[in-house]
């Protein structure tokens, strides 16, 4: 069935509502057995990302006491009260976004859900042992976690890949992870990289609960920030070229400007009726555009924080905003199977053409030379395109979404990071594929 897009976000309880087990609504008297039905479920889909070894979002998923305490962003069940419980809420659409994102779960899985809850939410009356069912066991296998964030460095040679709760610093001449820069709150989002090349900053934090923003020294590899004013995850970040401020977008429906030395924060830019999912910066620096579950791109003036015009861009939300080096153009991507390479101006912005994939569209990204762009999709494809319009390659390795796509700064490859945790690497000019990536922990041999 779908997965969710970028952002992103609230995967915890993505998990949880991913019911491909047999369990089906029973007749409104009916107890619905939390043993029974509801534990296989998690069983079967959700514990290999939410154990006690992998606890996305904080979430375990391996009782019932555990279940009912919810995550980092609280409870997800209200017992009794469906129409209160968070889960629910994502499930149908009322909080945004919904979940799963790209798809929905069948009515009957969706009653099945609500019945349990208003029942209580209870825990199966005590058995006899002959008859308890068996204790849900841990899956011992290592768990690949989405990659949604991709930035290559100016040499060239590495390429920063951001992971649940890690930057992996990939060595792309002997295809081997040379550093990790642990310890963020959850699944890393979002990368930037400063002008000078001396700070490195990652957003992301726990869907429902917070955002996060860190700041690395990478001259001497320690953490110099951690800003955590947003309510809800950060899904992308930007510097402005003189090093001196940090953007932030999130799905709290706010951006966030802050200075880059202290971590003040400067001013807070709220237009957007739904999640903020892209932002880009002009090359001067004076503009930045920005993307969201509202369906709009917005163009903001970053010295007023004041919204210069926004743009009714897609039917559905846009997931991601790129604007050219030379900044002539901008393109936007989203979850109605489309991408949109625009002209781009401070007086407004006007569609250059418009381009079509067979699933959303999560993420794009331009060459150096703003002559190409990439488009990455949950199709399971990029396209490389030519700003006349010309498709001149579309890459169809991928085995799963493509959630991010970053050009090398020499523009001679094309990174694309999968929903299976894996990085591939093409050749921009043949369309080769020249390496793929696994971000997967390498297992205990027996």
């Not at 479920?41 to 006690?52: D, N, V």
């Not at 606890?55 to 391996?62: D, E, F, R, S, W």
């Not at 039917?315 to 080096?325: G, H, L, M, R, T």
């Not at 001149?392 to 959630?403: E, G, I, P, Q």
Request: aromatic share 8%; net charge positive; hydrophobic share 40%.
């Amino acid at each position: 069935m779908n997965r969710r897009s970028l952002n992103t976000t609230l995967f915890a309880v993505v998990c949880a509502l991913l019911l491909g087990t047999r369990a089906q609504a029973q007749s409104k008297g009916d107890f619905i057995s939390f043993q029974k039905q509801i534990a296989p479920i998690f069983r079967a889909s959700c514990i290999g990302c939410h154990s006690e070894k992998s606890a996305m979002g904080g979430l375990i998923l391996t009782s019932y006491a555990k279940t009912m305490k919810g995550g980092k962003g609280g409870a997800q069940v209200v017992a009794g009260k469906s129409a209160d419980s968070k889960l629910v809420k994502y499930l149908i659409g009322t909080a945004q976004p919904k979940m799963p994102i790209g798809g929905t779960l069948k009515t009957a899985e969706i009653d099945l859900i609500k019945k349990w809850i208003d029942q209580g939410a209870k825990i199966d009356p005590s058995l006899p042992d002959t008859q308890a069912p068996p204790p849900i066991k841990m899956p011992m296998r290592a768990v690949p976690a989405p990659i949604t964030a991709l930035l290559f460095l100016p040499d060239n040679k590495t390429l920063l890949v951001g992971t649940y709760r890690q930057v992996q610093f990939w060595n792309l001449e002997t295809k081997q992870i040379e550093k990790v820069w642990d310890g963020h709150a959850d699944t890393v989002r979002c990368l930037a990289l400063s002008k000078s090349g001396k700070r490195l900053v990652a957003g992301g934090g726990t869907p429902g609960a917070g955002g996060e923003i860190r700041v690395l020294n990478l001259e001497n590899f320690q953490t110099v920030l951690t800003l955590n004013e947003h309510s809800d995850i950060v899904n992308a970040v930007v510097i402005t070229p003189d090093d001196k401020k940090i953007l932030s977008a999130s799905t709290d429906k706010s951006i966030k400007i802050w200075e880059m030395e202290t971590g003040k924060l400067l001013n807070t830019l709220r237009d957007h009726a739904d999640a903020v999912f892209g932002l880009a910066i002009s090359p001067n620096g004076k503009l930045i555009a920005s993307s969201s579950a509202d369906r709009s791109v917005k163009v903001w003036n970053v010295e007023t924080a004041k919204r210069i015009y926004s743009l009714d861009a897609h039917e559905d939300w846009v997931f991601s905003v790129a604007i050219s080096p030379n900044g002539s153009r901008f393109i936007s991507t989203s979850s109605d199977s489309s991408a949109k390479l625009w002209n781009f101006g401070e007086g407004g912005s006007g569609v250059a053409f418009g381009i079509g994939h067979g699933g959303a569209v999560l993420a794009s990204a331009f060459t150096s030379d703003s002559q190409r762009f990439a488009t990455a999709s949950a199709d399971k494809t990029i396209k490389l395109y030519r700003v006349d319009g010309n498709n001149y390659k579309t890459l169809t390795d991928a085995k799963d979404w493509v959630y991010s796509v970053r050009f090398s700064p020499n523009d001679k490859l094309v990174a694309g990071g999968t929903w299976d945790g894996s990085v591939l690497l093409w050749n921009t000019e043949t369309g080769k594929l020249e390496a793929t990536l696994s971000t997967l922990p390498e297992t205990k041999k027996k």
